[in-house]
């Protein structure tokens, strides 16, 4: 009896074991037309760790995943990723590399004002306004969280960037010759290290109904340094309706060359700026460059089927904002010199973790196809 009781004391003094994790794995190949690069085709191989039942913002506990996809026009995008958003309480890591390259960027001069004239290209200059852009890069990053939502932000990264003139001449190949765009640093190699604050409250991190997602970031690269804030709002004043804002700015010290002055630092993945899907839709990546970026944009998103976590499927209406701002010029909130762009989507979420969205945007140079797996912000 006595050897019973010492038995059954040893167990429930114990340390209690955690909760075993399920995981799962998905492989898929994919195809999608891009109004730039044409038509692509790829594969996408992931493992995760679900949340489960509960009801929290992030998609899952912990995940890897490989993507890997090629174009019709010579552009190709490989990226190994790893995320633990939900692993271990009050943490948040990240890792991951990169190997791409725009084999039809977008570069139309440097500044605000740069110019474009549809007459330019021709069948002895078709990519008179592309440039093909390769890069490879390896980011990590830690979260932590100081109190409730607020979060301190930290990541070491390191990126290499190249460009080719593509055939013909080029705005491109004639900044190089001017010694507009350095020469000097193309490649450029670029190790950087980011801190910051972000303060979450977002009911679902990949289809937001509520809350905001504010975030103050200071990054030191090679020669330059980079300061980056912004504030997303969502509101959800009907079941059917969200309303969604965005405001974000960035400015950049020392002298940055072209290959840093071409995206826009977040506490998630960068991405190209000013133009494209993610920051101005309606004009083509990259479409004005500079130091200094202003963001803003507005959305209606408005469901015809809504039941959240299982299907949803929204249209949407869009009206985008921005401007860059020329090297030594101060970064400032302003009406002035925005370009801006509007258009309509239609958005459809696949159960807990999958959305894709497609659209068109107007700008003052025409229209564009839009197509992505996440919202524009």
Do not use: C
Not at 22 to 43: E, H, K, M, Q, T
Not at 255 to 278: F, H, K, N, W
Not at 317 to 327: E, H
């Amino acid at each position: 009896m006595r050897t019973r009781l010492a038995l059954w004391a040893l167990v429930l003094s114990a340390p209690a074991l955690p909760a075993q994790r399920v995981w799962r794995d998905n492989l898929y190949p994919y195809v999608y037309y891009s109004a730039i690069d044409g038509w692509w085709a790829g594969a996408h191989y992931g493992i995760k760790s679900p949340i489960g039942f509960t009801e929290r913002p992030e998609l899952q506990a912990a995940g890897a995943y490989l993507d890997a996809s090629a174009s019709t026009q010579g552009s190709y995008f490989v990226v190994a990723d790893a995320q633990a958003p939900a692993f271990w309480d009050g943490w948040r890591l990240g890792a991951t590399f990169t190997a791409a390259r725009q084999n039809r960027l977008g570069f139309y001069g440097m500044g605000n004002n740069s110019q474009y004239v549809a007459d330019s290209v021709t069948a002895a200059a078709p990519y008179f306004y592309r440039v093909s852009r390769s890069d490879l890069s390896a980011v990590a990053t830690v979260q932590r969280r100081i109190v409730g939502p607020l979060r301190l932000f930290a990541g070491l990264g390191f990126e290499r960037t190249d460009f080719r003139s593509l055939p013909g001449q080029s705005v491109f190949r004639e900044n190089v010759a001017a010694n507009v765009v350095d020469s000097t640093s193309i490649p450029f190699d670029d190790p950087t290290a980011r801190v910051g604050l972000v303060l979450d409250t977002r009911d679902n991190e990949l289809v937001p109904h509520s809350g905001v997602m504010l975030e103050g970031l200071f990054a030191s690269g090679s020669g330059y340094t980079r300061t980056t804030g912004s504030a997303r709002v969502y509101v959800h004043p009907v079941e059917h309706l969200v309303l969604a804002a965005r405001l974000a700015g960035e400015e950049m010290g020392g002298d940055p060359p072209l290959a840093a002055q071409l995206s826009m630092g977040t506490s998630e993945r960068s991405y190209i700026v000013l133009g494209g899907y993610r920051s101005l839709r309606g004009y083509y990546d990259a479409r004005f460059v500079g130091p200094g970026k202003l963001l803003g944009g507005l959305e209606a998103r408005y469901a015809l089927l809504w039941s959240p976590s299982i299907l949803e499927v929204m249209l949407v209406a869009f009206y985008d904002a921005g401007r860059v701002f020329a090297p030594r010029e101060a970064f400032r909130v302003t009406t002035q010199g925005l370009h801006s762009s509007a258009g309509g989507e239609i958005a459809i979420r696949f159960l807990r973790n999958a959305l894709l969205v497609m659209g068109v945007g107007k700008g003052d140079e025409g229209a564009l196809f839009l197509i992505g797996t996440q919202w524009s912000y």
